[in-house]
């Protein structure tokens, strides 16, 4: 059973901060084994790489093959069915154009001091995606983080992901084709992030790696971060569906369980006005749980984390969507927009009872990278923003330092920084002589 | 003396890697005492903080005056003399103008399938920035941090800072309220952290913390991140400039101690293409070496970390500083414009020989909090943006779901999602239903 919670009960706000509260979150104990890794790849490169890879996934590589040829890249591609390659690119077309727009503006001005100030911003020089391997190895995943970069201007673009017996996903490589990624290497696990993190003999160091992995990628990212930048570490998926009562009960159910079938930690909860379309709902997720291929996941997530809430009205259901800062949020009412305008945590929202999250996940265009665990609240989906940085333009005239230099003097007096205040000083002087 | 570079000499390569690779973090062992303290703060809240206080700043608080009231920060900032809160004031007004500059649009738009797309931006709902007490208590940090917040519209905004034996600094309290701080804590290391993170009876919970501290506030940070965001771990402070024969040595030599006096393990490189030029500035570091009040800190800094690098051309400086990818980049030549163009790491860079980085730290308008430790290649200053969270958003008619919605069923079924899929196939089948 769901959690069931009604905003009419008398003891409901220890409820929902039980719900908000409750732990989702893995603890595997992998630190030294991941630390262990790092540390032989930095000292040995290669030869760290292959011996890894052959414990890992049972395969022999050498310097040579640790990437994919351009013939073995095709040779997967040629593998993959028609309708599923159209699928992909009719994907990848879509997100291409939604990030395009999101190419940030260079900017330039003078201000009445006399000042040129500005900021430009620029691609990063070399971006490392990494894509698990089996089953969760998702060619979405790698349309979502490598297109953002790709719009970008990153120059390199290298991905890697595990080959266990030598096997990969051929619609992983036509992702990464339609990308634009340069380099496919045949590595996984911590060593992976390490030959991106510090390079190697073969595999040249990246400035930042994305993309989701396992809790040995999970550790490995976190320790090398400073020394490359990465994405956030993703936590259990989440799904929020405000729905009134004219919805048609098994879509909702299907839009809960397309988020709990990710996981078994991931979380579902359907906020509705009508407590008796929540029944409908929970009766609708009973049905369809009794036969979609990965039951057991999705029904282990909805009974140990879903939940139904049931609200008095809309402007309530936007307050608990807003304290749950969910994932992805969607509106089932005849009115997204005024409700939308009115929640301000959510990675992503998805408007109107034709809009089911899944539209998201493949082919709406949106990044479908988004902050979990409440982390909307202070963060964001992944975007052509996150492989470029910004840097800042300051230019003085010797009248604009005339004009703004003496404050700074002043202020760096006053935190007791002599150079800083003499750095201005000394060039204000020259400015104050008498011509020659 | 300071590391001795020219691009002539033979083994310059492995001399610059090791220049780039030398760690200057400092890697105190406080994770056991921060875990505790956090723990405690959780655990018995304002207590906790009461405790702490007692213990670290010597001073006795109450729920009731764990914050400042107005009459106590009023009574503080009439002490600012007149000449430092107006050139306070001309430093917040000309960041503020900056950072208004920032502010992201919303996007809205119809796509050729008729789907909706777009995002929105909101700023975070509470916001905390931390303030170190004693020597590092910069107001100029205080504005840095708190004026992008306020741009971006942050609803709450609430500062932090230690009060050893009751002392606060009046320009900090001035800087905040300049700023539009609405609350000021008495509180300082790791509990502080805690309370900004956990919320206590009397400190309401913010979404994110910025803003830099010692060891202990780094490790709390750094623990709490995830539950609340934080900004970036400061390393130490570093800076590069790039000069020609033809500048004043003893102002370049300024430059270079105003970075070198912040911390022994600051950084300042001067890149010349002219090795006399090298040789005096040199020599004008050692001579005010002799008379800066920090100097013991400044020299150790320019004799442990400081390097001079000779070059052929402004070409080479720029491929250098590029691979430095320094916080503060100074090109001090006749046409600073073109050398900028060819450089795309640096946190800020300042143009010219009249704009010294001091300018920069107080009231030249752009952030002075800045990407340290090479991590320019892959981040940027503090800004509006980072106080703000995007949602995406994506609306489909039902023509658009018949447009796209084949391809994500594909794609759902070749990732083995089946919830997906059938979220998709459930509504395109009521679209396929003979009219009534």
Known sequence: MPHILSTSQDDFEARFAALLESTREEDADVEAAVDEILADVRARGDAALIDATRRHDRIELTAATLAFTTEEIEAEIARVPVAEADALRLAADRIRAYHLRQLPEDANWTDEAGARLGWRWNAMGAVGLYVPGGTASYPSSV?????????AGVERMVMTTPTPDGKVNPLVLLAAKLAGVDTVYRLGGAQAIAALAYGTESVARVDKITGPGNAYVAAAKRRVFGRVGIDMIAGPSEIVVIADGSNEPDWIALDLLSQAEHDAKAQAILITTDPLFGEAVADAVADRLRTIERREIAGASWRDHGAIITVHDLGEAAVLADQIAPEHLELCVDEPEPLAANIFNAGAMFLGKWTPEAIGDYVGGPNHVLPTS???????????LDFM??????????GALKAIGPAAETLARSESLEAHGLSVRARLARLNEPAP
């Open 389 to 398: 940085k910004r840097t800042t333009l300051a230019k003085m005239t010797p």
């Open 374 to 384: 409440r982390s909307a609240r202070f963060s964001s989906g992944l975007s052509v």
């Open 143 to 151: 349309l979502m983080n490598a297109i953002p970069a790709g719009v």
